[in-house]
T-cell receptor, first 112, second 116 residues
Framework: QQQVKQSPQSLIVQKGGISIINCAYE??????FPWYQQFPGKGPALLIA?????SEKKEGRFTISFNKSAKQFSLHIMDSQPGDSATYFC???????????FGQGTELSVKP | DAGVIQSPRHEVTEMGQEVTLRCKPI?????LFWYRQTMMRGLELLIY??????IDDSGMPEDRFSAKMPNASFSTLKIQPSEPRDSAVYFC?????WGAGTDTQYFGPGTRLTVL
């Protein structure tokens, strides 16, 4: 019940295309869903986050779509750029207690 | 702010040796987290502290691993004795008090540990 399942494991997208990464969770107590971006040799960094009181959040080219009934959320990267090539992790936590449960990660490669 | 500081950045040691990883969180942050990252297991939370007190150590793999936070500006993760399967990148992260306007965890650059 503590797991967050992420797919796909890897993704190749052409420059200008849309990248979509999906995550699913079981624990309905989760109330915070961030996405982290990690470049090689660096630590993960927060990209965008959502709470279950909204179904979508957009920041620039990055959008989170949240489906509470399906217990799924996804990251959409519009107009994908080679500089977006990185590993993306979804995560979830409950009760603002500090502990994040991370998905397995998606390695995104954007081809020029 | 310099961000989360970890040392060393790289550590190569032989099986059976003691390894100590160090972390300095962002000043004013109440939470400190230790993670381990491997290709096989992804990003795993090992332990986290709130105001220097360990809150959840259920992710610590075994008794060979121990973590301390003697004050708000310093934490260590110790492996004794080390084994080849401990080879991984270890991250430290910190975050402000939850509900303080941000729930972001700020990660350090990591320590790449290789146990031969």
């Amino acid at each position: 019940q503590q797991q967050v399942k992420q797919s796909p494991q890897s993704l190749i997208v052409q420059k200008g295309g849309i990248s979509i990464i999906n995550c699913a969770y079981e624990n309905t107590a989760f109330d915070y869903f961030p996405w982290y971006q990690q470049f090689p040799g660096k630590g993960p960094a927060l990209l965008i986050a959502i709470r279950p009181d909204v179904s979508e959040k957009k920041e620039g080219r990055f959008t989170i779509s949240f489906n509470k009934s399906a217990k799924q959320f996804s990251l959409h990267i519009m107009d994908s750029q080679p500089g977006d090539s990185a590993t993306y992790f979804c995560a979830a936590s409950k009760n603002q207690g500090g502990k994040l449960i991370f998905g397995q990660g998606t390695e995104l490669s954007v081809k020029p | 702010d310099a961000g989360v500081i970890q040392s060393p950045r790289h550590e190569v040691t032989e099986m059976g040796q003691e390894v100590t990883l160090r972390c300095k969180p962002i000043s004013g942050h109440d939470y400190l987290f230790w993670y381990r990252q491997t290709m096989m297991r992804g990003l795993e939370l090992l332990i986290y502290f709130n105001n220097n007190v360990p809150i959840d150590d259920s992710g610590m793999p075994e008794d060979r691993f121990s973590a301390k936070m003697p004050n708000a500006s310093f934490s260590t993760l110790k492996i004794q004795p080390s084994e080849p399967r401990d080879s991984a990148v270890y991250f430290c992260a910190s975050s402000p008090a939850w509900g303080a306007g941000t729930d972001t965890q700020y990660f350090g650059p990591g320590t790449r540990l290789t146990v031969l």
